[in-house]
């Protein structure tokens, strides 16, 4: 595994490492249309990193009449599978012999620290190009059951062009978890990172190339919401859209397709995870340990952190001292030091919308036990202290919205039937996780549970062989596993009379 050991090994990866600032259209990196480019800048001290180009719709026609024009002739779409698995196969080895590059770039880009870069990105990444690389040629399509003298088929065919719309928290594995199932099926792709974190998108997209992928089949247009997302969102041509990032969002792209080709539309719109501990929980140290981790994990910037912990009452006063013990352990710190735990928040305004959060939680009268201010403003860049609320109720504002930073809300129950309430009382539906020792209770509580994913005396367990999505207003659809490739398809029923 990827690991830096030295500060000094990252400073030698990062002063080889070129940052592109082009958009990636048909083969090319080229300027936007209009020639506009957008500051983009480094969270970890608040300066300028480069200029990228700011795409907008005459970019985003370019990029779709390429990946048009390249899906209908068959280059990618009408190629053998064991020809397309060959190519997807070179594209995941060619991002793995550049890992230590790509992991030092998301670091500078978005601010989490280079050992979950290492540690976490870059193998998820790999491992979800691979196993996309090898579904090519390894689903079978359907027989019906009808009688001698019919025949019926039941296929699966591309879908057309792709646009896929992708946040900033984890920039790459967000982007190929569409991207790369979206390709193994044959189609064409446009991509537009988020604004904040463009740089590890261009740079993949330009491995993709060396790696045999054709012009036009992978495009990449760096630049903002309202106009290269909007865009996409609104374009004729595109024939599925892709989504992860806020409910808000997710929604315009519900209403950019009924206002233009109903084109379909499949979201991940984050989360409000509830980590239940019951009375029973077989190991309090090592719940506490996992709910701390995973809250403070990539800066609690993750649609599935465990924000809200929900504890029955006979083990809460044990369990919170050794939460705000193992909190104790964990600081913000320059993201580009191997030991530092916790990095900079994206940006300053997602870093003052986190402040503000924290002082919504405090006019509502929880309690702030850790933390609860910005930190290192030595560094110049966003940083906000690990932050724990107790004594909240589940209908203050910081138990139900999703704040999407370093801040964990702690809510009393009195037993199972509480806790489960609790937990599905949310206009969310993505993840939870149950602690108990008692097999029938994870059974029965995990079935009630209202959510994408339920993870038992764990977090965040599974892989990319198990779909992952919400409930409610997490969204629709599932990334990860065969099941991601429905978004990607259309599928097909062919009937003969023999
Ligand atoms: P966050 O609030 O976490 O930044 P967003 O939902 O705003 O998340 O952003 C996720 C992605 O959606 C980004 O790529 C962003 O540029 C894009 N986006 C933001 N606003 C719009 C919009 N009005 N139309 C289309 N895309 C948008």
Redesign the pocket.
Known sequence: MLDFKTRKEVDAVLDTTHLIGKAFINGNFVDAVSGETFDNVSPRDGKVLNQVASCDSPDVDLAVGAARKVFEAGTWSDMEPKERKKVMLRFAQAFADNAAELAVLETIDMGKPIAESTGFDVGAVYECLQWYAEWCDKVYDEIAPSGPNSLGMITREAIGVVGA?????FPMLMSMWKVAPALAAGNSVIL?????SPLTALRIAELAAEAGVPDGVFNVLPG???TA??S??MHMDIDALV????G???K??LQYSGQSNMKRVWLECGGKTPFIVFNDCKDIGEAAETVTNSMFFNQGEVCVAPSRLIVENGIRNEFMSEVRAAASKISAGDPLNPDTKMGAMVDEN?MNRVLDYIKIGENEGAEITTGGNRANLNIGGYYIEPTIFEGVRNDMRIAQEEI?GPVLSVIDVTDVDEAVRTANDSQFGLAASVWTKDLSKAHQVSRKLRSGSVWVNCFDGGDITMPFGGYKQSGNGRDRSAHALDKYTELKSTWMEL
């Open positions: 719309v992708t946040p900033w928290n537009k990172p988020a604004e904040q903002f919401g309202p997302g909007q996409i969102g989504f992860t990032g806020s808000e969002i997710g315009k792209f997602q999407f």
